[in-house]
């Protein structure tokens, strides 16, 4: 029986070694104005209050400069210390949204100074009131009411309204963010249509799937690149939103599966000084503290910072594993004229502690076992994670018509990994040898990355005739350098009935892996957005070359792919709010990077390719969003295990295929004040149609054919129970197969009769939350709030994952507490 990292290395790390490609402007979206009050509104709270406030702000701007301190440059080649700072420039308003203005002369380029001493010299010469600039962020967040965008930068890259997209989008707002108390990305989109997942306890990836295919998951933009085991994490807090654009995107992304895209898009600095601070604990130990604020720094708001932070101590549910996180994420902008604004973004995280992640047994988790039910809280392992992420961004106008942009990230991630993995029980003869030892394994890893992104676009809006364009065109460049040092053996056996933990483990001296890798990828696309009338016709064309270079024990492979990709699509508005749309799209993803096929040749890129069909809905007078789509997707040049007549056992070559036929509906909503509704339903219907594989016929392993999922939740708005808040959700996904082969049996303590293994089965939970807004009621208690979160409500123990390898349980009852306070 394989091991996980053995399954790990392939799958994870041959395979996402592709560079995923055009990396965007990010759309990031603020909404801290509904929940900012000013100083002068709270002064019915105490001294110490406000002594408190100025406290914080305080620490966090010191946290800021301290970070971005020359000393700290000094140190970029230690671990946990700041090597680059990221910039933003984004753009102000179209022009076409401010007032009029003469060409800029000399003494309009001035400093803040300059021109108010010129203006205080001639009055008549003064202009009137500047308008603010506006970011990218408030661009994007225009018209967001509750659960409820309008805007989604992640589909097209160029900001378009939802509405009049020919794609499927879906966007998760900082409200419901706030309201479920998200706690990871699974739990982000944990009611998105379309998503489905693992809701397991092992929080080092967290993959997510669609359409039968993996979504690849980037930050503002740009793709977050990681080793086979330290793959960059994003704690939801430091988010203002998240985009999920279901389907192929290479158009805009370069190297990426099929399956789509999550957008996660971050924190910005915000004009009105604000601050929050809240403190959670609940189940398994846990206590949470958390920060976020910011505002101007002088008083002509060209300099404004925020600072988020949050720390993280708790048990989980598996005994003796426990779950740390350290977190900041300073930012700072600078306006230092009308058409430029320079945003400085970095985070630094680290997760002493990352929670369990080993498989169990199948006999005891997804059959029974000899000796019954393997505990949920059965120990198996530890982990030390460790990652350092940096970003910068550029965005410039320079006259009416065309806008540049820039995004840059650098990014550092360090791993050390070493976990005793459990296998299947010992067995022999055709039966389990006594349905109580388990194998094990010693794995250990250390990972070291360092990537740099960059995406340059050039957008133009121009009227030609009758139509009305949005041109975006752009020039990407991916680099990726890793090495790593890994170990890997059998090693002592565990009796699960009277478990040594304290056991001599067998440490192997030989290297499993020794990897030095360089990658990088180059893109070049356009897209055009061509409006008629009601009309939207969205097209683009897309160009990649992509390069490998890995040494690993003695081996190396050089890899050079290129492809071009595009789509195409169109959708029509309608006075009523109803769009329908159609679509067509392509993909393509490197696989398996550094390795050979058949010990002969590299591997070659799969490739997808999508029909979608949809309307969107969109009740005049409502804020609310109704879709539906249905697709036919496939992907090509899949690995497989070939059959046939004359042909030998395990024969692998790339002529699989599989191909998805499905519909999402979804709806989203905040139709009344207080009153917030998210819900969704799916169909797949996920088959290996490759003829020559041996599998052809069958489903994906872990795909389920259905998903649902319903969520809502009402604050009370006025009377005497006003601030109160309930709300609560269902969740649903159908049983899925085990194995790509649909037949898995495992062996029992009875020789010769072993026992079918082969779906996991349907399951249902259900969440629940409760709130209480003290402002609501009494003004002078404003800013104040306290909320209970409950996931799996009625703790439903249930397996969630299964491979040939083992089981993992998903997640039992979790409640967390959280009170927050907002000035």
Same mark, same amino acid.
């Given at each position: 029986m394989r091991c996980e990292c053995c399954v790990r290395w392939e799958s994870e790390l041959l395979r996402s070694r592709s560079l995923g490609g055009a990396l965007n402007m990010q759309s990031t979206t603020h909404g801290v104005n509904r929940r900012v009050t000013s100083f002068t509104q709270l002064n019915k709270f105490s001294t110490q209050l406000n002594k408190f406030k100025g406290t914080a702000s305080a620490l966090a701007l010191g946290g800021l400069l301290a970070i971005g301190s020359p000393a700290q440059a000094q140190n970029a080649g230690q671990p946990g210390t700041s090597v680059l700072p990221p910039v933003n420039v984004e753009a102000p308003t179209p022009r076409a949204q401010r007032a009029t203005q003469q060409r800029r002369t000399a003494a309009s380029r001035r400093g803040p100074s300059a021109r108010r001493s010129q203006q205080a010299a001639n009055p008549a010469a003064q202009p009137q009131a500047t308008p603010a600039l506006v970011s990218t962020a408030q661009r994007v967040n225009a018209g967001t009411q509750g659960f409820v965008a309008t805007l989604a930068s992640g589909a097209t890259k160029t900001d378009s309204p939802i509405i009049s997209t020919p794609a499927s989008v879906a966007v998760i707002t900082r409200d419901e963010i706030d309201v479920r108390r998200a706690q990871s990305v699974r739990d982000l989109v944990r009611y998105a249509p379309g998503i489905y997942f693992s809701n397991d306890a092992d929080f080092r990836f967290q993959p997510l799937k669609a359409r039968g295919f993996d979504v690849e998951q980037y930050l503002d933009g740009l793709r977050l690149q990681g080793g086979p085991f330290g793959v960059p994490r994003v704690d939801p807090y430091f988010l203002e939103r998240a985009e999920v654009i279901t389907g192929p995107a290479s158009i805009l992304y370069g190297a990426a599966s099929p399956g789509g895209v999550l957008n996660l898009v971050s924190k910005r600095p915000t004009e009105k000084a604000f601050g929050e601070v809240s403190l959670q604990g609940g189940s398994f130990d846990r206590i949470q503290g958390a920060f976020d604020v910011g505002g101007p720094l002088d008083k002509d708001k060209q300099l404004l910072y925020r600072v988020t932070g949050i720390g993280i101590n708790a048990n989980t549910q598996v005994d003796n594993v426990g779950e740390q996180r350290f977190a900041i994420a300073p930012a700072l902008t600078w306006r230092p004229d009308l058409d430029t604004t320079i945003t400085f973004l970095s985070s630094y995280l680290q997760d002493p502690k990352g929670g369990f992640f080993a498989l169990l047994p199948i006999q005891g988790t997804l059959v029974p076992g000899t000796f019954g039910q393997i505990p949920r809280n059965f120990f198996a392992g530890d982990l030390n994670y460790e990652s350092l992420k940096y970003k910068h961004e550029f965005e410039h106008r320079f006259d009416e018509i065309f806008t540049v942009r820039q995004n840059v990230r650098y990014l550092h991630n360090e791993l050390n990994y070493v976990e005793v993995q459990p296998g299947p029980f010992t067995s022999g003869g055709g039966k389990l040898t006594d349905g109580r030892t388990i194998t094990r394994s010693f794995f250990s890893t250390d990972e070291n990355l360092d990537t740099l992104a960059v995406d340059n676009q050039l957008q133009a809006k121009f009227d030609m005739g009758p139509l009305r364009h949005t041109v975006l065109a752009g020039l990407d460049y991916q680099r990726f350098e890793f090495n790593n040092f890994a170990r890997y053996a059998n090693t002592n056996t565990l009796d699960i009935l009277a478990p040594n933990y304290t056991q001599n483990i067998l440490v192997p001296t030989a290297p499993f892996q020794n990897m030095d890798q360089r990658l990088q990828q180059r893109g070049a696309y356009v897209q055009d957005e061509a409006k008629l009338g009601r009309l939207t016709v969205l097209g683009g064309v897309r160009h990649d070359w992509a390069e490998g270079n890995t040494l690993n024990l003695g081996l190396r492979v050089l890899n050079n792919d290129e492809k071009t990709t595009g789509r195409v699509g169109a959708i029509y508005n309608f006075d009523s709010g109803?769009?329908?749309?159609?679509? +067509?799209?392509?993909?393509?993803?490197?696989?398996?990077?550094?390795?050979?096929?058949?010990?002969?040749?590299?591997? /070659?890129?799969?490739?997808?390719?999508?029909?979608? &069909?949809?309307? /969107?809905?969109?009740?005049?007078?409502?804020?609310?969003?109704?879709?539906?789509?249905? +697709?036919?997707? /496939?992907?090509?040049?899949?690995?497989?295990?070939?059959?046939?007549?004359?042909?030998?056992?395990?024969?692998?070559?790339?002529?699989?295929?599989?191909?998805?036929?499905?519909?999402?509906?979804?709806?989203? &909503?905040?139709?009344?004040?207080?009153? =917030?509704?998210?819900?969704? +339903?799916?169909?797949? $219907?996920?088959?290996?149609?490759?003829?020559? $594989?041996?599998?052809?016929? =069958?489903?994906?392993?872990?795909?389920?054919?259905?998903?649902?999922?319903?969520?809502?939740?009402?604050?009370?708005?006025?009377?005497?129970?006003?601030?109160?808040?309930? &709300?609560?959700?269902?969740?649903?996904?159908? $049983?899925?197969?085990?194995? $790509?082969?649909? =037949?898995?049996?495992?062996?029992?303590?009875?020789? =010769?009769?072993?026992?079918l293994a082969n779906r996991i089965p349907a399951s249902t939970t259900f969440d629940a939350a409760i709130s209480y807004d003290f402002g609501m009621l009494r003004p002078e208690w404003k800013g104040l709030s306290a909320a209970v979160n409950a996931n799996n409500v009625f703790d439903s123990n249930y397996v969630s994952i299964c491979t040939a390898g083992g089981c993992r349980y998903a997640l039992g009852r979790t409640v967390l507490g959280t009170v927050t306070y907002r000035w």
């Open positions: 109803i769009a329908p749309y159609v679509s +067509y799209s392509t993909s393509f993803l490197p696989t398996r990077v550094g390795s050979l096929l058949n010990n002969v040749a590299p591997f /070659k890129p799969t490739t997808g390719e999508q029909y979608e &069909g949809g309307v /969107k809905y969109q009740p005049p007078g409502y804020n609310m969003l109704f879709t539906a789509a249905v +697709y036919n997707l /496939k992907q090509e040049n899949v690995l497989s295990v070939l059959s046939g007549p004359g042909i030998p056992p395990n024969t692998t070559a790339q002529v699989g295929e599989v191909t998805s036929r499905g519909f999402e509906g979804s709806v989203v &909503g905040s139709p009344l004040p207080g009153l =917030n509704i998210r819900g969704q +339903y799916s169909y797949l $219907d996920n088959r290996i149609t490759g003829r020559q $594989d041996v599998n052809f016929g =069958n489903t994906l392993a872990n795909t389920p054919m259905h998903t649902a999922s319903l969520w809502a939740n009402y604050v009370v708005q006025s009377g005497p129970a006003a601030g109160f808040g309930f &709300g609560g959700g269902v969740r649903y996904i159908h $049983d899925m197969f085990t194995t $790509d082969a649909n =037949n898995l049996t495992v062996p029992t303590i009875v020789a =010769n009769s072993p026992v």
